[in-house]
């Protein structure tokens, strides 16, 4: 029976139950989003802590390293003011953005009359004035600083998860040896899955948080040098859209390039700054970051790409950032499951995840 194809194990009943599951679990995300979404940004903000964690355990002190708890201590007091600043700085951005809106709008006005010059068309000309006369700066950097406001209420929320999770951390074995109290194979087979969970979901989160971190400092260099306005928030945007397969980095190279139309009433300079930061994109998303992260994740192209639809359906830019992490985890859960096995297979890349 365990040799046995799992095509054949596969039952009409074990389908149906799978399905039956799966649509309770989305509904659940959908209707529990308000408290699923934070828990699932804790998880990954975790997960920084626990590298942060280990980096300060290397420093040594009179040849004593730091006790457990106060390197945790000191990894959020880190992601704390590291959040902290990030907000202040964007704010002061935001607030700048908004005084050269009218300086924007003069521009691109100009610009508009000198592409008219050379079309000969009344009719496009008019068009294209009245959507500049349309266009509401003021209205989207006051939906901006609105979204940054709700961003910081969702962050007191994640940042109580994160220290539960800390507290929970020395407790958490003890918990799951009582819960298998024979120490026999079920205690055995399910560290197994909380291990691989752990090393899949830890090893992308800390290489991509990397690996974004160093392509927002490479583009905030770019744009300094290129003069573009606000290289701190749009190096922001690039460090957070990094994290959203294939859509976020070409999204995070057309912002700033659209702004430096509005900034140097130029069209050419949309294609400099375009250009300059996707191959900055290009370099390190398919040089760099596969020699950096292998292949840390069984899962193929077409799954990301509709895990990336699903996730950001229910739960926005969220859900876009959290797809690929959450779809490892759900993946190597549903590949102890018999009923569920068979999904496991087809969502991963090559249908092998041992166990």
Known sequence: MQNEPLLQRLT???IFYALGSLTIAILGLIYFDGIIKPFFIAIILWYVIKEIKNLIGKISVRGKRLPGW???FFAMIFIFLFGFGIFELISINVVQMNKLAPEYREKLDNLVQQVGSYINDPQIIQYARQTLTDLDFAGLITAFVNSLSSAVADFTVVFVYVIFLLLEETSFTKKVQKLFPGKGRKLYEFDQIIKKIDKAAGSYVNQMVVISLITAVISYVALLIMGVDFPI???????ILNFIPYIGPFISSLLPAVLAVFQFGDLLYFVYVFAVLEVIQIILGNFVQPKMMGKSLN????????????WGSIWGVVG???????TAILIIIMWQIPNTKWLAILLSENGELGG
């Open 70 to 72: 106060w390197r945790g």
């Open 299 to 310: 899962i193929s192209a077409l799954t990301v790409l509709l895990t990336l639809a699903f």
């Open 12 to 14: 009409l009943q074990g």
């Open 233 to 239: 928030l749009w190096a922001f945007l690039i460090f």
């Open 320 to 326: 876009m950032i959290l797809s690929v992490p959450v």
